[in-house]
């Protein structure tokens, strides 16, 4: 899926465009500044990955500006959202919130 901004004229807002055909070449592996493998007493890291590398998002500048990051404070709110939205889900369900962790690893794709 690609993202892209049309902003032909600065005096209008920006329309966000995205084209879900699109391939992304990068996809399915992880970006070279993460680290992956063994801690030092063996254990397999990370546990759970999302994307973060050039993610389209909201600048300070101003209300209609975007551009692109990379690293955990954009793949951080993925899971983060993700999580949060499976617990809404299950506010109830105890059973089911202690049982998220292993949910979530076993329904992520491994890389």
């Known amino acids: ?16 465009i995205i084209d879900e055909d699109a391939e992304n070449p990068l996809n399915g592996t992880m970006v070279g500044f993460s680290s992956d493998g063994a801690t030092y007493d063996l254990r397999i890291k990370p546990d759970i990955s999302a994307p ?4 389209l998002g909201a600048v300070t500048d101003s209300p209609t500006a975007y551009d692109y990051f990379s690293g955990t404070s954009m793949s951080s709110p993925n899971i983060a959202g993700a999580v949060a939205l499976a617990i809404s889900e299950h506010i109830d369900d105890e059973e089911w919130r202690d049982s998220l962790y292993s949910r979530l690893m076993s329904s992520a794709d491994i890389l």
């Open 52 to 55: 973060g590398f050039s993610i």
């Open 1 to 16: 899926m690609t993202y892209a901004i049309d902003s032909l004229n600065s005096n209008e807002p920006a329309k966000l």
